[in-house]
């Protein structure tokens, strides 16, 4: 690090605490990566957990000179979320969310994410406006400061026109918060310079009138190239100048540290069609007849975009017939009740009436078939990604038109494309706007191909602004990409006024500088991410981050795109033959220990990554022949090794009630200190032994299958529990209650379903044990007849995937909801329970069921919103409880008063989760006990 560097970070140290002044080489690489195709490593990267951080780290930043970015979610597409001088990303505490009266406005911190905004007002029947594609990753910090937008709210539903108040950090260090009437003043007061400036500026506009009927020119449509010039015309008042300045600024003029948007409606009443045209010219003709009538969406695609996903199930058969010229639109119209929706679908009808069709028009109100409809259209870009060339990268451009001129235009861009080779490019997107995204692989490993690039982008912006006076970037932000062709666009005038704005908001040049407005018109071909091959798992991946929310390490170290990109950097060096050594301890913490391999990063993932598999196969390779021999003896003699465990854990217990819970804990931890940690820490929700014994079923007539997982047969309650009784014991009687008869598979303490074995990496003792298993239940479920119970499951997910439909398996609560609960009689328990879904029922679409099972068993059930995977992943509660602590670091605040009791259904993940709530978690067939009256075993 150089002597300045070395400057800068002992600044930040000084000010905020080391931890969260982050300086390894493999995080900084980490961390800085964000799903653009460009790459810088910032120096230092500082988490913000407050304004006094960002305070902070400005004054720092000021005093050493060195530029600051800010940082979202690092979901940009055009280079404005990296740095190389100081990233600040934001930490949990900007996750606040207000309502206002009726949920008419809702103020945001800059992180919480914009999906979990929309879930917080969706039960007011209201959303915010800006629907970028990328809403479930992206933060509203991102989503202002791009002004980003998508599918259904055009120009009049974005940050900037849904823009009721902001509260913002300037460079200077200067706190404006225009909700607060002091503040206003004050800032009046003390920043009259810098607001008599953009009064100024907006004077001068107003008093030009063809430079100010040329930005509402280029406003009619989606617009985010260079500075929103809008607000010089649209407002008088200087607060209100500079505050919809910052909106789109790319974090090159202030920190929004809140925002407050007028909410819209989120219509209930819906009805989508799939429409397919011979030609793309008609498609495009159809688009402009129905801007005019009251359409909530309009989405383009090409034949291409068409062929890249109609071999997908739910894609309507007919598209595969359509010749080389088609097109699609997928049109939306929306109502507030039956009456409107039938009265817009009617002027739908009538734009389209006379256009010619390839087939009849069909809008379907069927909540599943849209859904289907939709899926068609949001598959076509990750079908591109998915199917590129290892090492190149996957770019998605990002235009406007003006939309009566959309069809001359996209038929121009899909000649360009062709003209440049490149022939797999699909072109879809929000016609009604005439924001058209080109979808197209690039390699940049080769000068002849960046040249390619370079010149193809040339005609593109010659096309776009040339011919059709349209935005080079309509919703992805300017960032490093079109920054070179800002002047082309705007001409001098324009890049002269947004020179003055940065001026007059960072006059020293501080934040993000090279993004928006840069003097080296070469810079969109500079600092170009590489994508090497590192692992056939993930090579796919094109680091949107759209796994990050997902992940439970999240904030403790990596996210799954961080581990991605970690490892491959580790692939380039060694390919390179530079030494590895330095980053190997950084990932093997924070890319491997830390991984729960939970899998739901695989459902977040638009090319289906599931990182959890690298790091397996990982954990794997990095293993000895020892190690593989001990897993497969471990795996032989699994009745004895389950006994020892029940040993283990009946001496904790005899030890506990001798001694109480604090001798026990202080004596523990003080061994687990002693032994560097490889003692599991013990708490005192650390289960008891379970005491289980088969009893022949009395009744013969309703035989079920039923397989305890090898941690019910182990773990029983804890001490502390009221319940005394083990998941094995209480789901044979609910079994019995509701007239089954529950037959065992033999020698059931040897099986197991080879989950602790998959999760360390010993993949073909796992499988083996899977065999094994599968073949006990074939034989007791009379090869397949009966139905099998688990109770446990990440056990019965395991087994789905390994038997693939060959025996019928059914979840725990797939059984409570479909065979018990029909037969019981049920007392609700008046109470209110939470319910935890681990990631197995996510992933088999089970967390409904298990939901809709407590809710006929409690008054009132609770389901934490921002409580993802427990991070306990069999074992790592204990072998790293770190991880356990952090995933579930929201628990506790987020039960309410008088949520005395949590269920779930897997037995390891319930010690995590009562150990961090601080109320017991049980399995979910305790609950149905205890409703359908025989709460035997209750203390
Ligand atoms: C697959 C894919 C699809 C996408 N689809 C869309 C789409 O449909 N529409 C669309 O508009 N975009 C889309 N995007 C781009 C991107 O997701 C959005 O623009 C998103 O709003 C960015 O939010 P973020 O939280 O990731 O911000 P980041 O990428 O972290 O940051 C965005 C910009 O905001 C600045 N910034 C961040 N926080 C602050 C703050 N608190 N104060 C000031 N400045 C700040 C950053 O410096 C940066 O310049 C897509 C991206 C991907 C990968
Ligand atoms: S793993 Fe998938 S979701 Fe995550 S960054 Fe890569 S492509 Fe995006
Ligand atoms: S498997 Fe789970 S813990 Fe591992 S990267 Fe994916 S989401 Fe994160």
Redesign the pocket.
């Known amino acids: 690090m150089s002597s300045s560097a070395d400057a800068l970070v002992s600044a930040l140290r000084a000010v905020l605490p080391a931890q969260r002044v982050i300086t390894d080489p493999l995080r900084r690489l980490a961390y800085g990566t964000?799903?653009s195709f460009y790459r810088l490593v910032p120096q230092v990267v500082v988490v913000a957990e407050s304004e006094a951080d960002v305070l902070a780290t400005l004054a720092v930043c000021r005093e050493q000179r060195a530029p600051l970015?800010?940082?979202?979610?690092?979901?940009?597409?055009s280079g404005?979320?990296i740095s190389d001088s100081v990233l600040l990303v934001?930490g949990d505490g900007w996750r606040g969310a207000t309502l206002g009266p009726g949920a008419v406005t809702v103020r945001l911190q800059?992180g919480v994410i914009?999906g979990h905004a929309n879930r917080l007002l969706a039960p007011h029947g209201r959303k915010i406006g800006?629907?970028?594609?990328?809403i479930d990753?992206?933060?509203?910090?991102?989503?202002?400061?791009?002004?980003?937008?998508?599918?259904c709210c055009g120009t009049r539903e974005n940050s900037y026109h849904t823009l009721a108040g902001m509260r913002?950090v300037l460079a200077d260090g200067a706190l404006l918060d225009t909700e607060d009437a002091a503040s206003i003043e004050a800032f009046r007061q003390s920043h009259a310079e810098l607001l008599l400036g953009l009064a100024m500026l907006a004077r001068r506009v107003r008093e030009d009138a063809p430079l100010a009927e040329r930005i509402r020119h280029k406003y009619r449509m989606k617009n985010?190239t260079g500075y929103g010039l809008n607000a010089l015309v649209d407002f008088a008042d200087p607060i209100e100048i500079l505050t919809h300045l910052?909106i789109g600024?790319?974090?090159?003029l202030?920190?929004?540290?809140a925002v407050t948007y007028r909410t819209v409606p989120d219509h209930a009443h819906k009805a989508t069609a799939l429409v397919l045209f011979e030609a793309l010219r008609t498609a495009c003709e159809a688009v402009t007849r129905l801007k005019t009538t009251p359409v909530a969406a309009v989405e383009l695609m090409d034949r291409a975009a068409l062929a890249s996903v109609q071999e997908q199930p739910g894609v309507p058969p007919e598209v595969r017939a359509l010749g080389d010229d088609a097109a699609a639109l997928l049109v939306e119209v929306r109502g507030e009740d039956e009456a409107q929706l039938a009265h817009r679908l009617h002027a739908a009808r009538a734009a389209l009436d006379g256009s010619a069709t390839a087939t009849p028009i069909a809008f379907t109100d069927d909540p599943e078939r849209c859904a289907a409809l939709w899926k068609v259209r949001k598959g076509t870009?990750p079908s591109v990604g998915s199917r590129r060339a290892t090492g190149t990268t996957v770019i998605?451009e990002?235009v406007a038109f003006p939309v009566e001129r959309l069809a001359d235009a996209t038929l121009d861009l899909q000649k360009l494309l062709h003209a440049h080779g490149y022939t797999e490019a699909i072109i879809f997107g929000h016609a009604l706007e005439g924001n058209l995204h080109f979808v197209f692989t690039q390699d940049f490993g080769h000068e002849a191909e960046v040249a390619r690039y370079a010149r193809f982008m040339d005609e593109v912006a010659q096309l776009v602004v040339g011919r059709y006076d349209g935005a080079l970037k309509a919703?992805?932000?300017t960032?490093r990409n079109m920054a070179p062709f800002v002047a082309l666009e705007w001409g001098a005038e324009g890049v002269a006024l947004m020179r003055e704005i940065k001026r007059l908001f960072d006059p020293e040049g501080l934040l993000?500088p090279g993004?928006i407005l840069n003097d080296d018109g070469q810079t969109h071909l500079k600092n170009l991410k590489p994508l090497p091959a590192a692992h056939e798992l993930v090579d796919k991946c094109?680091e949107?981050?759209?796994c990050e929310p997902t992940c439970p390490s999240a904030g403790l170290t990596f996210t799954p795109r961080q581990r991605i990109t970690s490892w491959r950097e580790l692939a380039r060096r060694e390919r390179a033959g530079e030494d590895t050594a330095p980053l190997r301890p950084t990932y093997a913490y924070d890319a491997l220990d830390t991984c729960a391999g939970c899998g739901l990063c695989a459902t977040a993932c638009?090319v289906g990554i599931e990182t959890g598999k690298l790091v397996k196969a990982q954990r794997g390779e990095s293993f000895g022949a020892l190690a593989h021999r001990i897993g497969r003896a471990v795996a032989s003699n699994y009745g004895a090794v389950s006994a020892g465990v029940r040993a283990g854990l009946a001496g904790a217990d005899l030890l506990h009630a001798a001694i109480g819970t604090r001798a026990m804990g202080a004596m523990t931890g003080g061994l687990r200190e002693l032994s560097g940690n490889r003692i599991p820490p013990w708490t005192p929700h650390t289960p008891r032994a379970a005491r289980f014994a088969v009893t022949p079923a009395t009744n013969r007539s309703d035989p079920v299958v039923y397989f305890p997982s090898c941690a019910t047969r182990s773990m029983g309650p804890a001490r502390g529990d009221p319940i005394a009784d083990s998941v094995p014991t209480v789901t044979d009687r609910v079994l019995r209650r509701a007239g089954y008869a529950p037959i065992y598979p033999a020698n059931m303490g040897a099986l197991c379903c080879g989950q602790p074995f998959e999760s360390k990496g010993l993949a073909a003792t796992a499988g083996e044990k899977a065999a094994e298993l599968e073949a006990a239940l074939r034989v007791a479920s009379d090869g397949g007849r009966l139905p099998i119970v688990f109770d446990t499951s990440p056990c019965a997910y395991r087994m789905k995937r390994h038997l693939e439909g060959r025996l019928h398996v059914l979840d725990i609560s797939e059984a409570l909801q479909k065979l018990v609960l029909p037969r019981l009689q049920l007392r609700p328990l008046a109470e209110t329970v939470a319910v935890h879904p681990v990631c197995s029922v996510r992933k088999q679409g089970l967390d409904g069921v298990l939901h809709a099972v407590a809710a006929a068993c409690a008054t009132e059930v609770i389901e934490p919103e921002r409580v993802g995977c427990c991070g306990w992943a069999g074992d790592k509660g204990w072998t790293t409880p770190e991880l356990n602590a952090h995933a579930l670091r929201e628990l506790r605040a987020s039960l309410p008063a008088g949520c005395e009791s949590g269920y779930s259904s897997s037995r390891t993940c319930e010690i995590g989760l009562a150990q961090h709530s601080g109320i017991p978690y049980r399995s979910i067939v305790h609950l149905v006990d205890a409703a359908s009256g025989g709460a035997a075993g209750r203390g």
């Open positions: 964000d799903a970015t800010f940082r979202a979610a690092g979901t940009s597409l404005q979320a934001l800059p914009g800006p629907d970028p594609a990328s990753a992206a933060k509203v910090g991102g989503i202002a400061a791009n002004n980003a937008s998508g599918m913002l985010t910052m600024s790319e974090g090159t202030g920190f929004i540290a870009f998605i990002d919703e992805h932000g960032g993000n993004v094109i949107c981050g759209f638009p």
